[in-house]
């Protein structure tokens, strides 16, 4: 796999879920739904750095998240759920009724 | 008018404190809080987790507005064009349904049947791969009671309890003490199964890292080895056999096993097979000790849903009504494949964010058709509704029945008032008024279906 693709797991959080409560227009739920878990190799084998933005593309679609280093293993990239994340999610669910939400491969690159 | 009843002051002023409060937030339904209401508002929740307080104590906190085409209109105004919409729909979908109480799950059902409407829920989204094995090859289960009492071995595989249910390890899994486990987490071992280490392999006594999309082949492999095969591999899925043979030997002399799933195995590739393998798992270990499993469900009454579907229609979900009887199919009726084909031609979404947790592309078909959002809160859903309809926010302004993850129903507690209607409201109002359109006025029975 190229050194840019990751695979990318969806999934909660427990800010997520405490923010949600604020409503999904408040800041705290918007800045957690927009976070990019990586590993802090990973960032820096990209030439970037903790903290700043990166675009996530996939097949489906592309959106500009925040990175945070976390000890998530390296070539595994992780986003809390919500509309941003489901820009990636394609609506194939191979007649299961089931779309790949968690275990895609995805682009990181530097934004802007 | 509801509207009026909006600005009226709260009936009761003293301040009250509510004792067995059921919480709607999570699987684990937790039936233990104790909240206090002053002035009509929620002050302070106890015995709640950080996310069932927040559901509580925010329940004023970014609340929907009755809209008609983007203005401000009545509840009577919403409902009268929701019905007219419906009761022309050709084709029309009605989805969400699992953050209420069971009456209105039946409501919603009644509808279907009457309009001939496809209804799916959000189950559809998360744990149908879970009921798809399940109808397959059964499950090995047991209460969450059970876990409590007996389990000696527990294991998590591909679920986070300690950020999605805060509350099972204490309550249930880990730390709590039972009939025959009176040590608590001493008499316990917790083994957590994932691509990656979350806040749950701290509360676990082994981590065991996979490679993505590899459960299958793991749960295959652990099969092999239950039955006494040698593998010729040296790892399968990125985990040394020598790893897998150890966890074998662990479930196999347990007392009581339970292995709890979540979205890491519903989601990822494999999808409902990835459950077949790990419920025959269960199976098969049940050759040796005893051995349950169960799904880590997300919402209060998401079971529910499922409960009453599968009682009146013989399915849990993606079921369609359009010939005046159920049928059911994975693919064919499920919520994300009928929007990605742009089949259906109106929608109903009630307690469930459809455009927040769909892949995007289906936001655009939904935007583009007669959309009716029915939810206490704005959503992404209600941002983009053609028609939003505000009601009482189940188990908190809105009693009723509810199923906890293992299939107990529980009584949600109404623990304020709202000046809306409650969800089971709304609709026997949408159903009286659209048996009134189907029937011309002239008092004659509404067709069956589509008529």
Redesign the interface.
Known sequence: MPDTQFILITGRSTKQGKSVHLGKEAQEYRDEVSTLQMNLKDIEALGLQDGVQARVKSNYGSIVVTLKKTDIPQGIVFIPYGELSNALIGPDTQATGMPDSKGITVEVERHG | MAENVAVKEPAVKEPYVMTGVVCP?CGVTCDDLEVRVENGKITEVKNAC??GK??F??HL??LSTPRLYGKPATVDECIDAASEILAKAKYPLIYGLDSTELGAQRKSIELAELIGANIDHTS??CH??SY?AVMTVGIPTCTSGETKNRADLVIFWGC?PA??H?RHATRYSVTVKGMFTPKGKKDRMVIQVD???T?TTRIADAFI?MK??SDYEVISALRALVKGHELQQAEVGGIPVDELKALVEKMKSAKFGIVYWG??L????G??MNLVALLKLAQDLNQFTKFSCAAMR?HGNVVGMAQVLTWQTGFP??VNMSRGYPRFN???F????M??RKEVDAALVIAG?A?????????EHLKSIPLIAIDP????TTRVADIVIPSAQGAIAAGGMAYRMDHIPLMFKKVVDSPYPSDREILERIIAKIKAIKSRGNGAPAPVGKG
């Not at chain 2, 519903?266 to 590739?269: E, K, L, V």
């Not at chain 2, 809160?377 to 992404?380: L, Y």
């Open positions: 937030y950080v996310l927040d559901t104590l925010h906190e970014g559809s989204v149908a791969p798809q986070n950020e999605a805060p691509v990656r280490p806040p890292q993505p999309n979205m890491g519903t989601q990822t590739r999808k409902y997300g979900f993606h994975p693919g064919e499920s919520v994300v494949d929007l990605a964010d455009i927040g947790n769909f892949p995007g592309s289906l936001a809160k704005e959503s992404d």
